[in-house]
């Protein structure tokens, strides 16, 4: 049977039910150990959380390897948006409790950290939280996947849209962490592109509060776009002291280049109609994506609906261990595990088919939302309507421009 394992700081130690644990390497073990690392208390929980615990049950779950024998063992641990105690925790967890794979790491500095060490532990990363294109592009390894999104979809799918309906000025608020240098950079980029200009951008800390002295400098600067590259909590607070100046009434327009559902239920459709922005998955977007958040929200807490990275938390188990189904067993030796992931598609409800390229990134279709009116909504958590759809090749980076040493050019 599968155990969850909930831990802040550190990983705890887990106390193994049978020497049928205690495995050797070789491809018939069909045994294997997962680690949701995420934010579990802070402004990224609603987005991922104990609900991503949920997605990695149902994957599990879905994936029919406990009726097939294999012993499975979940466990999940809060990295408090910090590099340091998010690597802390995942060190322990392939040290002691030889997890195999980690999962969701929102927060683009843990992620890149939680990469690095996986490479040097020849463990796994699948990413579905964190948000920057450089876990597939120069930062990239044999031993990291990003699953869901990245920087440089969010830039080329919201940025590109309001550079293009006119927005053609910008002032960026930005996160002053890894992701949010990447989204700015990616997103300046893309509005450069097409013949807009950057007028300037300031930086805020992780969790903030206040938001007054950044939002009066977006509001003098003039720019026609003002440019939120912040997530969770930090952009909630951020539209609503927007909507409290009055500087959308008075005709600037924000940019939510990072948006999830949650967000939106937080704000309430009063003061988030109208944002527009890019996701990878949306609840309602289609029978089957329906049906995954039925069954999502009749476990998860509050009822919600599942996020982006939630679905690409299921997306991610899911597919890990049909390719150690497929392999026979768990050889636990992570690059052997990745290159055979890359070598099936991945096919599951909430994302439909496609592949994972080289470079580690899967690609998977984005969409260009907007925010409902509430005049518009049918009923709690109707909130987007689409506006574009973006082909999967066009959501990320061509590999022709890809930094990423694994790919061959």
């Not at 929102?106 to 992620?111: K, L, M, R």
């Not at 690059?335 to 990134?361: N, T």
Request: contains cysteine; proline residues 4%; hydrophobic residues 40%.
């Amino acid at each position: 049977m599968m155990r969850v394992v909930f831990s802040r700081r550190h990983a705890v130690a887990i106390a193994l039910a049978s020497a049928a644990f205690i495995s050797p390497v070789l491809a018939q073990d069909k045994t294997a150990k997962i680690g949701v690392l995420n934010d579990m208390s802070s402004l990224y929980a609603d987005i991922g959380g104990p609900n991503s615990v949920v997605s990695a049950k149902l994957a599990i779950a879905d994936s029919g390897l406990e009726a097939k024998g294999w012993k499975i063992e979940l466990l999940a641990g809060d990295h408090q948006n910090k590099p340091d105690i998010g690597v802390n925790v995942a060190r322990q967890w392939i040290d002691v409790d030889k997890v195999d794979l980690i999962t969701d790491t929102p927060n683009s500095g843990v992620a890149l950290a939680i990469s690095n060490l996986v490479k040097e532990k020849n463990s796994i990363l699948m990413n579905s939280g964190g948000a920057s294109a450089d876990l597939t592009g120069k930062q990239c390894t044999p031993n990291t996947i990003s699953m869901t999104y990245d920087t440089y979809m969010l830039a080329h799918g919201t940025g590109q849209a309001l550079t293009k309906a006119g927005g053609n000025s910008w002032f960026f608020l930005t996160a002053d962490y890894a992701f949010g240098a990447a989204l700015e950079r990616d997103t300046t980029a893309v509005v450069k592109a097409n013949g807009g200009q950057v007028l300037g951008g300031v930086k805020h800390p992780l969790n903030t509060a206040d938001f007054s002295s950044f939002l009066l400098q977006a509001q003098a600067s003039k720019a026609k776009v003002i440019g939120l590259a912040n997530a969770g909590g930090d952009t909630t607070n951020s539209i609503k002291q927007a909507s409290e100046f009055g500087i959308t009434a008075g005709g600037q327009k924000l940019a939510a280049l990072l948006l999830f559902v949650n967000d939106v239920h937080s704000l309430g459709l009063k003061v988030a109609q109208g944002l527009t922005f890019t996701e990878s998955y949306y609840w309602d977007l289609n029978d089957n994506t329906r049906a995954f958040a039925k069954r999502f929200s009749e476990q998860s807490k509050n009822n919600a609906k599942p996020s982006m990275t939630q679905a690409g938390v299921y997306a991610a188990v899911l597919h890990y261990l049909k390719t150690l189904d497929a392999m026979g067993g768990n050889p636990h030796d992570g690059a052997k595990v990745v290159a055979k992931m890359k070598e099936i598609p991945a096919d599951d409800v909430p994302f439909g088919k496609s592949v994972i390229r080289a470079d580690g990134r899967r690609l998977v279709p984005a969409y260009l939302f907007e925010v409902k009116s509430p005049a518009e909504s049918k009923g709690p958590w109707d909130y987007y309507k689409k506006i574009a759809d973006i082909s999967a090749e066009d959501a990320a980076r061509p590999l022709s421009e890809s930094e990423c040493p694994l790919v061959k050019k």
